[in-house]
């Protein structure tokens, strides 16, 4: 393991190419993070729909027997994105003397995620006012989940709150403290997420962030390290086990609950973003992606395509993408279509590809640009 000078680490943290001056030095690893982390996240919200019962929806008939297991293996595997979204945020944003002040860093963030917070909360609460009424949704909204993928962006507008905070301490502390915080704070995280299913203990809105500082943190001292040969096999095999971990543990409280509600905190136990087995996927995910793309993209049209349209429009397929899912559903595009040879891989293509197509014509077009992050 050994560490890189920051000129190597990518930066700024995704903002549009047309208002932002790239460096000399453009790490390709947080564009992949980005890129391959949102297609992760539309694969697990598909095969999903087939694996768990939901008892507010309905109509969600869980797959049976080895097509169960293969999908939930698809899932697992998946569930290294969001973690290491936010650990790219770390290594990105907590980086000392990086903002003159904390007013700086703060407006910069609000044109970020602000708008989109606003925007998609509201429109996400009218739906859930029209389909199942006020009292649902306001319940979702403190909850941080006026739609269920939108709990990632109130995680990362609370981590940002205290970003200015986090870097007093990184500039004062040693390394050896920020490690030992760190790592208390994801042993705390890690804590709550196994002991809470079983005391029916929620966050809400204003504290889903809290369990995240330890990605937060881990991403800042990650942020310049870069695996030997042997550890990133190993990181490799630690990926590995985390997400068999994953399929194997959600198995056994299938067999002990029988139907998987998403609702039932004891049936969701081993895919909590905080499980030590998904924080394991996470980190071997993280570093083995740092390690593999530490270096620039090549200067080329197509590498260029991929830094400046690809990556920066990833905010946008976030949070674009289950409307886009929805519709191909009611088109009858969804796991069902056909055989899941088939089906599977055609509507996680669908999703992605026309995800992407609505995110980067958002993104470039006028006052509707800011609703997917992309304002200036």
């Not at 049936?267 to 593999?292: G, S």
Request: proline residues 6%.
């Amino acid at each position: 393991m050994r560490s890189i000078p920051d000129v190597a680490v990518y930066q700024p943290e995704n903002e549009s190419p047309s208002t932002a001056t790239l460096p000399v030095r453009r790490a390709a690893y947080g564009d992949v993070i980005r890129i391959v982390g949102s297609v992760a996240v539309i694969t697990s919200h598909v095969v999903s729909e087939s694996l768990f019962s939901n008892d507010l929806v309905g109509g969600f008939e869980p797959v049976r027997g080895n097509l169960w297991v293969g999908l939930m293996a698809i899932d697992a595997v998946s569930f290294f994105a969001v973690p290491c979204f936010v650990m790219l945020s770390g290594a990105l944003l907590l980086k000392p003397r990086r903002y003159a002040s904390a007013g700086e860093f703060y407006s910069r963030r609000l044109s970020r995620i602000g708008v989109p917070l606003l925007f998609w909360s509201a429109f996400f609460f009218a739906l859930t006012v029209r389909s199942y009424g006020p009292e649902v949704a306001m319940k979702n909204l403190v909850a941080g989940v006026p739609a269920a993928h939108l709990h990632f962006v109130f995680r990362l507008a609370g981590l940002y709150a205290i970003t200015p905070m986090l870097l007093v301490f990184i500039t004062h502390a040693s390394r050896p403290m920020v490690f030992a915080t760190t790592f208390l704070c994801l042993f705390l995280a890690s804590s709550r997420s196994l002991v809470g299913p079983w005391l029916d203990v929620h966050s809400t809105a204003f504290d889903l962030f809290v369990p995240y500082l330890g990605f937060y943190l881990l991403g800042h001292l990650l942020a310049s390290t870069i695996l030997s040969t042997r550890q990133t096999i190993l990181a490799g095999v630690g990926f590995v086990a985390g997400a068999a971990g994953i399929v194997i543990g959600t198995l056994l409280m299938k067999q002990m609950l029988g139907n998987l509600y998403i609702s039932d905190l004891k049936a969701m136990w081993f895919i909590d973003h905080l499980n030590p087995f998904r924080i394991l996927l996470a980190v071997c995910a993280f570093m083995f992606i740092r390690t593999a793309f530490a270096n620039p993209w090549p200067d080329a049209p197509s590498w260029r395509f991929v830094s400046h349209h690809l990556a920066p429009a990833t905010l946008g397929v976030y949070l674009i993408h289950p409307i886009v899912q929805h519709f191909l559903k009611v088109g009858g595009v969804d796991i069902n279509l056909t055989s899941p040879i088939v089906s599977v891989p055609l509507t996680i293509a669908s999703v992605v590809v026309l995800s992407w197509l609505l995110a980067m014509i958002a993104g470039r077009t006028p006052v509707v640009r800011w609703t997917v992050g992309s304002g200036s």
